[in-house]
């Protein structure tokens, strides 16, 4: 191995080590890989940042930035309203075809978002039944379209830059509906096993708020029964703070105190009830903090705020929202809200102030679920002129009339102009780790094949995997793909088994195609984990999932999911 090679091997164990062992963000990772490379002098400066000029990749950040657009239209949530109606196995089917429809063309980060709190307020069904099918179904839609995934995309960009011709719109879709079909089918035979977490009113209670007695409360000298506070609707007062102490298994006949604070465990829409009580402050140090317009958000699992408490992170001073409560899947969490320790898929309500959108790190720090646009949905003409554009926009792209990428970018001046994407949302809503991670990616990928790091690999992987054939290599590549974007993130994976799916392809002397669908497939494929996929942690809090929730359904879909790539790739993309 020359200079280049034993460089970029070096740089590449390091990263591969980092992504499986350490908790620095991918973006950092991946910058710094390509960096070294730099510094190292195996890429000059012209051909590093080339990458992150890649027409795949302008078009991921056009559609990411288009979306914000699209999620707040009136029709997807007209859409999520008929499907509470039927049987549990109809609401599934109807979800289910509905989400991937909708992600196969539009970022299905936004579809989840948008369809969540319907999901969760449907009158028929528990949420926990239909929560983790709408993550499932929206990574699966993903898959039927040049568009529907970032990895797909992606995995276009490695294409042509490695010499290929560029992957058509629906050279996905053959084997997309295969694996959307027979996930479908696997997550309608499970749903038995999936938790109903909406009947037990203990669990339909989750969330954990606290208010304050200010000096001058009525409340103060009397007992919790004479002041009301136990035949709240949908809330249950399960402890007070009084200097220091906690006082729990309150009779109706505590007095109450001033400056005691109540914690109530309960439904979040029953706050405003608290505010009724004559110096009962939910928000009680920052009076321009109110509790008419609330956000939702899980914290990510990369957030910086994790294993601090709201004290320790200034949370108020950081993000200049106050966190009124907060829902930790089934945990009854115990102790003053500021003494708890934040973990990653905590749910949080924040009563914000206008400064609360320009924070700088929301998109880094927390999963949306709800709250940050509820006043912003755009009417019924505003809504089909967003998507009627947008499909219109999709129809020249795919026959070739415009050029998809241009066509994305005048679409999304024209909902700049009419105020449809203000400039603010561009700004705080910006992919810059998106960018950084797939700009990085393909040049590392594309140093691997050009210096034959690639190929050297592929010839230790050609003597291993020799006896099993052109086949057996395709199948290894799918399963290490799979693996790694369960335990990293899916574009990470795809830039780390491209390179070496297609030199194995080139030493196989068979067409690249199959094995390019299998890094592609195999990168969508994240069922198992709640961290794996951010639909699958955005669901996490709100469908009050455990952990083994996710493994009891996933590993049998992902299994179904594998089967079905497997046996489809070389059908539709014979070697």
Known sequence: MDYSQLTLTGIMVILVLCLFGTKVKPAWLFASAIGTSYLAGIINLENMLINFANPSLITLILLVLISIGIE????????????????????????????????????????????ISAVKENPTHAPSKLLLPLSYTAILGGTLTLIGTSTNLIINGFAVDAGMKPLGFFDFTLVGIGVLSSGLIAILL?????????????EVLPFYLEGKITPGSKLIGKSIEENGLRELKDLFLAEILRDSKRLSAITPQQILKENDVLMFVGDIKSVPLLSQFDGLKVVHDKNEMNVEHLVEVVVSHGASIIGKTLKEAKFREQFSAAVIAVRRGHDRLQGGLGKIQLQAGDALILAPTPM????????????????????????????HSVFGS????????????????????????????????????????????????????????KLMISTGLAQEVSNVLLIVLGDWGAYGAFIAIFILTLLCTELITNNAAAALAFPIAYSLALGFDVSPLPYIMAVAFGASASFISPYGYQTNLMVYSAGNYKLKDYIVMGLPLSIV????????IPLVFPF
């Open 356 to 383: 609360f959108y320009e924070s700088k790190n929301l998109k880094r720090e927390f999963v949306y679920i709800s709250g940050l646009d509820l006043k912003t949905y755009l009417n019924d003409k505003k809504s």
């Open 72 to 115: 707040k239209t009136s029709l997807v949530r007209k859409l999520s309203n008929s499907l509470a109606k039927g049987t549990l196995s109809q609401s599934v089917t109807k979800l289910g075809l509905s989400t991937a429809f909708l992600s196969s063309f539009t970022n299905n980060t936004a579809v989840v978002a948008t369809l």
């Open 190 to 202: 499970m749903l038995k096993l999936l938790p109903d977490n909406g009947k037990n009113e203990e």
């Open 561 to 568: 999911y594998s089967i079905t790539a497997i046996i489809l």
């Open 390 to 445: 947008f499909l219109a926009i999709l129809a020249l792209g795919i026959t070739g009339v415009v050029p998809l990428v241009k066509g994305l970018m005048v679409l999304l001046i024209a909902y700049l102009l009419t105020s449809i994407i203000k400039p603010n949302e561009i700004k705080r809503r910006f992919p810059v780790e998106l960018l950084v991670i797939v700009g990085s990616a393909i040049g590392l990928a």
